[in-house]
């Protein structure tokens, strides 16, 4: 552990806090990135995808990752939003967006993998996990950050991405607004017999929103897809408590018959969605970036997204400040963070809080209400063209 002050201490070292850690790698900066949970663990047990936009993709070109994913992550050429027994309502197409596909589907496990690879080459950046923060100190010009097993270390910035249960937002004091959704997202990986042809799937079932996620083939050809039910109810008629025959038989009601037979491949994992805002982002030396400022439900696949967007604009700020001598903790820097990224983060949070409710509603004026808009949205291509442009965060 370095015994001098360090330039800045992430918090989490999640897929938010690696990407900024990688971001400010080669900045001249000295950074601490501090997990509570062991980085190789972590890459076993995260089982889930993520859909990485296309303003998303460029950040982890910036960081110095994709090349390692490039391969692995499947490109989103087709979208498909479908609703009950109805006929396809709404159908995004790469080719009517600049032959530009809409974002890529990535293992979590690939991306912690290229991170951690990433920052072990970086010199600058020392990697401190397993190792949970249970205090803060702070001074004038540092934070000193504790150890639950009893060290120290300080810097002249600390950046909570310690995730929604946010540690460092705790100790800040921030106000939050949350709610639950009562709703779980079950998710796993499946193969199918036939290729799926870059096609993502959406579909609207009164038991609640299901989505098929097109993966990269594996390495014996084989296709594969991840798949998410959002299910509401009691969890005693959950798809967590069926059997692997009994819930192949539900992935097999649901899925259209162009994929062919389908079968899981890994573990279901079953995650509760709620919805989690920080009433601030920022206090005297310390900011918050992605799931700890802000958590939002997974239908529109923006969390990380979201919280990718947070970590590239301090990481600018914080470059910016240092090139130029500057104090890269001052209030005025922090202050200009939380100007440039409330607003955003502000604006999915109600998006995404509108598309639950709009989405997992089944009573008729509502379904009526759902139809009619999106068959609207399909036949007006200037609303089509806004929406695709949302889907891949191009900005
Ligand atoms: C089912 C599902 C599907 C999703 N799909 C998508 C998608 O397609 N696209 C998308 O953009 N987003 C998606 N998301 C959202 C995305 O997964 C999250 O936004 C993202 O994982 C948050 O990353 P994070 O690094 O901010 O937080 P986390 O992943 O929660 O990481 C926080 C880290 O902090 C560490 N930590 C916590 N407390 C301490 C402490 N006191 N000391 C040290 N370390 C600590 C933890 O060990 C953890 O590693 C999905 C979410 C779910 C649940």
């Known amino acids: 552990m370095n015994e001098d002050i360090y330039d800045i201490a992430i918090i989490g070292g999640g897929l938010a806090g690696m990407s900024l850690a990688c971001l400010l790698g080669d900045s001249g900066l000295s950074v601490a990135c501090i997990d509570q949970a062991d980085p190789e663990q972590q890459i076993k047990t995260d089982g889930r995808t993520t859909a990485v936009s296309y303003g998303s993709r ?30 396809v309502l709404l ?6 967006a600049e032959d530009k596909s809409f974002g890529w589907i990535a293992d979590n496990s690939a991306i912690r993998k290229a991170l951690l690879k990433r920052i072990q080459s970086l010199k600058t950046i020392d990697h401190l996990a397993p190792q949970k923060i249970s ?17 120290a270390i300080k810097a002249r910035l600390v950046i909570g991405a310690d995730g929604r249960g946010s540690f460092t937002r705790e100790w800040m004091g921030v106000r939050t607004r949350e709610w ?135 990481a600018d700020l914080v470059r910016g ?17 939380q100007r440039q990224r409330r607003f955003d983060n502000m604006s999915m949070v109600a998006v995404t809080d509108g598309l639950v409710r709009l989405f997992s509603n089944n009573i008729p004026p509502v379904r009526f209400i759902r139809r009619a ?16 442009k949302q889907a891949m965060g191009d900005r």
Request: with cysteine; hydrophobic share 40%; charged share 30%.
């Open 135 to 151: 205090d803060f100190a702070r001074e004038d010009d540092h934070v000193k950050c504790l150890f639950q097993e009893g060290e």
């Open 58 to 87: 460029k950040i982890l070109e910036e960081a110095g990752i994709w090349d390692d994913l490039d391969q692995q992550a499947c490109p989103i050429d087709d979208i498909r939003i479908l609703d009950g027994a109805s006929p």
């Open 321 to 337: 400040a240092h090139e130029c001598g500057e104090d890269i903790g001052s209030d005025e820097l922090l202050q200009t963070y």
């Open 180 to 314: 639950n959704y009562r709703q779980r997202a079950v998710i796993c990986a499946v193969e199918h017999e036939h290729p799926h042809d870059n096609m993502a799937v959406e579909h609207f079932w009164p038991s609640g929103p299901f989505a098929i996620l097109p993966m990269a083939d594996d390495d014996k050809g084989i296709h594969r897809s991840s798949v998410v039910f959002t299910e509401h109810g009691k969890k005693k008629d959950s798809l967590m408590r069926l059997d692997n025959t009994e819930f192949e038989v539900e992935l097999a009601s649901r899925f259209p018959k162009e994929y062919g037979t389908v079968r899981m491949i890994n573990e279901r994992m079953c995650f509760p969605l709620s919805l989690i805002h920080a009433a601030e982002y920022i206090a005297p030396r310390m900011a918050l970036v992605a799931d700890a400022a802000h958590g939002i439900h997974p239908i529109a696949g923006q969390g990380l997204n979201l919280g990718f967007r947070d970590v590239k604009a301090l």
């Open 91 to 96: 159908n995004f197409l790469s080719t009517e």
């Open 373 to 388: 808009g999106l068959k609207a949205v399909s036949k007006f291509p200037p609303a089509k063209r806004f929406f695709m």
